[in-house]
């Protein structure tokens, strides 16, 4: 399929890729029948391969194909959804590290048997399980019976936000639950062999912890041992991130490297002390072997993530190379290594990592190996390198949403030198050594933590005055393209004509900003963030916030994952105003990330005492203002003292010559009931939110009748414990002929609200922007 030339194989390599990520933009797979036509392809790209215009659609075809074989294999494996919710007795073997939090140990399992009280069904696989309460001493590889509650992958799907189906989907999970209590749960096995590595894995983090104090750089020491970043706060990981040095503390090609070269040099050097062991085998053959089984080993405790693969792929391609007496170019290395990573996952192409490792390697390869000019002459040859990595992946940063560290070529020059030359070496000898002699490993390891602690204390105060570029919204395939092109004319050698040009087509990304609301319009955006409400109004030039979402115990919050991504694929800047309808934390749980991110916004709730955060004000019935030409008024509560918890959320009415937008909170029977007595037949809207996620206390017949909507949207979490929206409640609206919409079904929902009196939408986030592993 592919010619042996270089320009063939890397035209080849990219065809076939781009052929694989084709498919991942899928709303559906096609059909089984089509992919018959792989074998056609290859023999029609292999016949043809001298002429590239017939080659190239056909191997691009192939990777599309070979990729939706692979996709339907994984799809087959799916639970079953009658299996959903039930209680189920499966087989698993633990094949992960621990998760480990205060309210729950979490684990990937893979289930050899399930079933349920009538009979067995064929296993998902991979599952992703937690345990709540009590839950016993877990090790990597034993083999347990439980009892356990499975459901189908799914996430909160929204703009400019983790999608974490995908991410489920990449790692081959096919199903999340719980483990329920009770004597069914047994552990059959203490050690399954297929896992031995990860268990190893979790010996050293153990044996790592119990050394490092609280305040110690533990996480780091495991980020970059075993590859495991769970332990890495987000304050941590901000300031890498800030910084632009994340790479250095996800295993990479960079320590795959390093310990390859230890290995190869200390190989070679003890082989040739010996005049009658070279006289066998020459030592750089030695030295070969080692480097690879050296990196093949810290491949593997660190996971075999992708950029480690992609790193042991090359490597052995330059180390074999070495021990036949083989060379192999560094751009065949490179294309080998992606085809086989992309052969074996082809989920692959959808992991940022994936771009960024390969992306490196490429633009050092054209900017270093392809005589790249891209620099003052007075900039060291090792500055060079940071230079034209910087540059060349800046545009791959910014459209997959990372910040750009303006200080990341600086700093990358110390911090990669330090990471290279002393911290990796010195933490990895550490670790050895805590596991063989430990007195003298806990000196060392305890050394090595204190040099690290350093260098993130210098990095933090390095972040504190370090900018970052932002990329704001999502710019349009055309857009795109002309980055990449630009990009590749940069990184040209110097006196190649056309070079200017990258500058001039990398500008429109920089200059890009969204699309906003003309005067008059209002654009509403009711965020999917699962049992909580969040919603986003937007007019030309102001931003209101209603509610922020649920704040769960780990700490995670959807004003910092979800309502501030969007925010930031919509290009704001500033909110004008938040209002937090009551004290609950499925509405309040965001509010401290958004004043962390808006300090100067101004703050609304119906009940300010339960707000922990800012001065905010008791939101009262009467409060009008005008946006943009559009009108805003609380309805409720009144200046009573008697509205409390649910009952004191405040209303909001939002008049456009489209229709009233009807917003109610949680609102509940008693209040439902007030309004009506105050407002009657002014309370008709066009489109409202659904009070109190459509719990059976609210939604009565004369509120319903009142407010007489077109669209009744609902913000409820997937197969939430409350059972919202109750059937009951559904039926009532749908008896008022509103066209109903649920966030757990359909995602975020949108609506534009136009000032010729027309609405566009509304839109539904898992419609419009659908993929093929998304849950139905």
């Keep these: 399929m592919i010619n042996p030339g270089k320009g063939d194989v890397i035209h080849s390599t990219i065809a076939f890729v781009f052929g694989v990520l084709l498919l991942q933009f899928q709303p559906t797979l096609p059909p089984l029948f089509s992919l018959p036509l792989l074998l056609p392809l290859v023999i029609l790209a292999w016949r043809y391969r001298s002429h590239l215009a017939i080659q190239l659609p056909a191997i691009l075809m192939c990777g599309f194909l070979w990729a939706s074989v692979m996709a339907h294999f994984a799809m087959q494996s799916s639970l079953p959804r009658a299996l959903e919710g039930g209680d189920l007795q499966v087989t698993v073997v633990i094949e992960?590290?621990?998760?480990?939090?205060?309210?729950?140990?979490?684990?990937?399992?893979?289930?050899?048997?399930?079933?349920?009280?009538?009979?067995?069904?064929?296993?998902?696989?991979?599952?992703?399980?937690?345990?709540?309460?009590?839950?016993?001493?877990?090790?990597?590889?034993?083999?347990?019976?439980?009892?356990?509650?499975?459901?189908?992958?799914?996430?909160?799907?929204?703009?400019?936000?983790?999608?974490?189906?995908?991410?489920?989907?990449?790692?081959?999970?096919?199903?999340?639950?719980?483990?329920?209590?009770?004597?069914?749960?047994?552990?059959?096995?203490?050690?399954?062999?297929?896992?031995?590595?990860?268990?190893?894995?979790?010996?050293?983090?153990?044996?790592?912890?119990?050394?490092?104090?609280?305040?110690?750089?533990?996480?780091?020491?495991?980020?970059l041992v075993i590859g495991d970043r769970s332990r890495l706060s987000q304050d941590e990981w901000a300031v890498f991130r800030k910084t632009g040095t994340n790479h250095l503390v996800a295993i990479s090609g960079l320590h795959?490297?390093?310990?390859?070269?230890?290995?190869?040099?200390?190989?070679?050097?003890?082989?040739?002390?010996?005049?009658?062991?070279?006289?066998?085998?020459?030592?750089?053959?030695?030295?070969?072997?080692?480097a690879l089984v050296s990196?093949?080993?810290?491949?593997?405790?660190?996971?075999?993530?992708?950029?480690?693969?992609?790193?042991?792929?090359?490597l052995s391609a330059v180390l074999c190379g070495l021990l036949f007496r083989r060379m192999v170019q560094p751009s065949r290395g490179l294309c080998i290594a992606l085809l086989l990573i992309v052969l074996a996952d082809p989920v692959s192409v959808l992991s940022a990592g994936f771009w960024l490792s390969f992306g490196a390697v490429a633009v050092i390869m054209l900017g270093i190996l392809g005589g790249s000019r891209v620099r003052p002459v007075v900039i060291p040859g090792l500055f060079k390198i940071q230079w034209v990595v910087a540059m060349g992946l800046a545009p791959i940063l910014l459209l997959l949403g990372f910040d750009l560290p303006v200080v990341s070529p600086l700093v990358n020059l110390i911090a990669v030198t330090l990471f290279s030359l002393l911290l990796v070496p010195l933490t990895l000898v550490s670790v050895l050594m805590l596991m063989l002699w430990p007195s003298l490993g806990v000196t060392l390891l305890t050394a090595t933590a204190w040099s690290l602690g350093q260098i993130q204390a210098i990095l933090a105060l390095v972040a504190e005055h370090g900018d970052l570029i932002s990329l704001a919204g999502t710019p349009p395939l055309w857009m795109l393209l002309g980055v990449l092109v630009s990009t590749l004319l940069l990184l040209l050698p110097a006196g190649i004509p056309g070079r200017w040009l990258g500058t001039l087509l990398l500008s429109p990304l920089l200059l890009y900003r969204p699309a906003h609301p003309p005067h008059g319009e209002v654009w509403m955006t009711m965020l999917d963030v699962g049992q909580g409400l969040a919603i986003v109004l937007e007019t030309s030039d102001h931003v209101l916030l209603y509610d922020t979402g649920p704040m769960f115990p780990s700490g995670f919050n959807t004003g910092e994952a979800v309502i501030v991504p969007f925010l930031n694929t919509r290009g704001v800047e500033k909110i004008d105003r938040i209002i937090v309808t009551n004290g609950d934390m499925d509405h309040r749980g965001g509010v401290a990330a958004l004043m962390r991110s808006f300090p100067s916004t101004e703050l609304l709730s119906g009940e300010p005492e339960r707000i922990p955060i800012g001065e905010p004000v008791r939101c009262t019935a009467g409060m009008q203002w005008v946006w943009d030409g559009v009108r805003f008024e609380i309805l409720h509560p009144d200046g009573s003292s008697r509205w409390r918890g649910n009952n004191a959320s405040c209303v909001l009415a939002v008049d456009t010559p489209a229709g009233r937008l009807l917003l109610t909170g949680d609102i509940e029977a008693e209040a439902e009931e007030s309004l009506v007595a105050n407002y009657g037949e002014r309370l008709a809207a066009t489109v409202v939110t659904i009070p109190h996620h459509g719990s059976a206390s609210s939604s009565g017949g004369r509120f319903i009748a009142a407010t007489d909507p077109q669209y009744g949207l609902i913000s409820t979490g997937y197969r939430n414990r409350y059972g919202f929206p109750k059937a009951a409640v559904l039926e009532r609206w749908q008896g008022q002929n509103a066209s109903l919409l649920n966030t757990a079904e359909a995602g975020a929902l949108s609506l534009r609200l136009k000032a010729d009196g027309q609405i566009d939408g509304p839109f539904r986030y898992r419609e419009t922007h659908r993929r093929y592993w998304m849950t139905p």
């Design 96 to 223: 992960s590290l621990p998760d480990v939090t205060a309210h729950r140990t979490r684990f990937w399992f893979h289930i050899e048997q399930i079933s349920d009280a009538e009979r067995r069904y064929s296993s998902p696989g991979r599952v992703q399980l937690s345990w709540y309460q009590n839950a016993p001493e877990l090790a990597a590889g034993e083999r347990w019976r439980l009892s356990v509650r499975l459901k189908r992958p799914h996430g909160m799907a929204n703009p400019g936000t983790l999608d974490y189906e995908r991410t489920l989907f990449q790692k081959g999970i096919r199903a999340t639950g719980y483990i329920r209590e009770g004597e069914m749960n047994r552990r059959l096995d203490t050690l399954y062999v297929g896992f031995l590595f990860q268990r190893l894995r979790q010996m050293i983090a153990e044996r790592v912890d119990s050394v490092l104090q609280p305040g110690q750089p533990s996480g780091l020491v495991r980020a």
């Design 256 to 290: 795959i490297g390093i310990v390859s070269g230890l290995a190869f040099f200390l190989g070679g050097w003890f082989w040739r002390q010996s005049a009658a062991l070279c006289s066998l085998i020459p030592a750089p053959r030695v030295g070969a072997i080692a």
């Design 295 to 314: 990196g093949f080993c810290y491949a593997g405790l660190a996971g075999f993530a992708i950029p480690c693969v992609r790193a042991l792929v090359m």
